[in-house]
């Protein structure tokens, strides 16, 4: 499908929109995610970053209240890992979901991150939370210190 019909496939399937309606967010939504001017693409057209995006305009084409996603800077170069963490935080604050994010990435942590959740996999509990930047300050949590300051305390 091109981009077009991928963001387009939710709002078909879940409303009453008429298909000028659908067209009109669908071209709304790749814009916001600096995409216009590529709805025939096809995924494969694009690069690593581009179908990022492109995966967060369709997850937007309903309007949730709440986006989860899970390592979305995965496989992208440190500058593009960026632009994408700048561009969840202008989609929040624009259209003002919660957003989720599962990543080991520290930058996107520290940008994107207002409340961070430290899970233990052996004790299958939470061992930390609150603010990133105050977690690395105050946490007596040896194991998420050493996360947060990548082993340097």
Known sequence: ?????NVALPLEQYTNLMPNEIRELVSL???LVGLAGFEEYY???LSGGMRKRA???????????ILFFDEPGAGLD?????????????IQEGIGSTI???THELASIFAVGTNAIFLDSDARTITAYGPPKELLETTDNRNVRRFL???ER
């Open 1 to 5: 499908m091109t981009l077009s019909e």
């Open 100 to 102: 989720v994010m599962v």
């Open 43 to 45: 995924p494969s057209e």
């Open 149 to 151: 300051s990548r082993g």
């Open 29 to 31: 939504k790749l814009s």
């Open 78 to 90: 440190p500058v593009t890992s960026r632009m994408l963490d700048d561009l969840i935080l202008e």
């Open 55 to 65: 995966g967060l305009a369709r997850a937007m084409a309903l309007d949730p209240k």
